[in-house]
């Protein structure tokens, strides 16, 4: 590890930056300039420009051809640490690669929060969280509920204090047609209001997309809530005694439905209806 780590330092780095997001210190680092622009764009909701060179973790992006030249192309690699973690022709997988890695790596540490992949809005005061992993459809029904009148809190996180109460987590929604990679859309450019302050959880709503299914949910209880956050709390592994003790306080205002579901827009009018 050592040596890889001294091999990489060799390498002709020609920018870096530190940032600090929800208490976790991580460097960024990459073999052109030009591209530090769009990592910036993609760090961590939240974070902030960090001068101590003291960080948690270090990520590098090694910027390989634009372009085949002849029969040799090198490609761009992201690095966890000493580990190669990445590598592609493409410079955008990379950089969304990348993006990937340093939200997974704050959303594993951060010391005061709790990370659930899930989507959240809020109606009235509380909010609807949706767990669920990439492709669950959880974005489609995000953006359904905030066609519906529902404020914007996050499509990828829900953000837990000691409380259990929900943060907002406000990157772009990233939405997917016929490319995976998806495209970025503000709930602004959508005609959504964004959340600002930390809500209570009302509704644990864990379901999945099945083309021509029928939204006949089940009521869960507080236990079975609990445990639909607890199998997408990034953390879980690592610190389950405080996630235990968030997802118990965050679940237990709530209440919680589970079922299959079809069309996004058919089912968010019922989740705000069973939220009065």
């Avoid at 600090?20 to 991580?26: F, K, L, Q």
């Avoid at 622009?37 to 634009?66: C, F, M, Q, Y």
């Amino acid at each position: 590890m050592n040596t890889c780590m001294a091999n990489l330092g060799k390498l002709d780095w020609q920018a870096g930056m530190g940032f600090t997001a929800h208490g976790v210190r991580v460097g960024v680092r990459a073999t052109d300039a030009s591209v530090m622009g769009e990592i910036e764009a993609r760090l961590p909701t939240g974070w902030k420009p960090r001068a101590n060179p003291l960080v948690d973790h270090l990520a590098s992006l090694v910027v390989g051809d634009r372009e085949r030249k002849g029969n040799v192309r090198k490609l761009h690699v992201v690095y966890s640490g000493a580990i190669r973690a990445f590598r592609s022709t493409q410079l955008e997988e990379a950089l969304n690669f990348l993006e990937h890695h340093l939200e997974e790596f704050v959303a594993q540490e951060a010391p005061d929060r709790i990370f659930v992949h899930a989507g959240v809005v809020a109606w009235k005061g509380r909010a609807i969280v949706i767990p669920g992993s990439s492709h669950s459809g959880k974005t489609s029904l995000v953006t359904a509920l905030l066609a519906a009148g529902a404020t914007y809190y996050s499509d990828e996180f829900a953000v837990l204090d000691e409380r259990g109460r929900v943060h907002p987590y406000l990157r772009p929604l990233r939405i997917r047609d016929t490319d995976d990679l998806g495209r970025r859309v503000t709930a602004a450019e959508m005609g959504a209001r964004s959340g600002r302050g930390s809500l209570p959880v009302g509704l644990v709503a864990s379901t999945r997309y099945e083309p021509g299914a029928r939204w006949r949910p089940r009521r869960l209880s507080h236990g079975e809530s609990t445990l639909e956050l607890l199998s997408h709390t990034v953390p879980a592994r690592f610190r389950p005694r405080q996630v235990m003790r968030v997802l118990d306080a965050a679940a237990r205002p709530a209440f919680g439905l589970k079922g299959r579901r079809g069309e996004a827009a058919e089912v968010a009018g019922s989740l705000l209806e069973a939220m009065e």
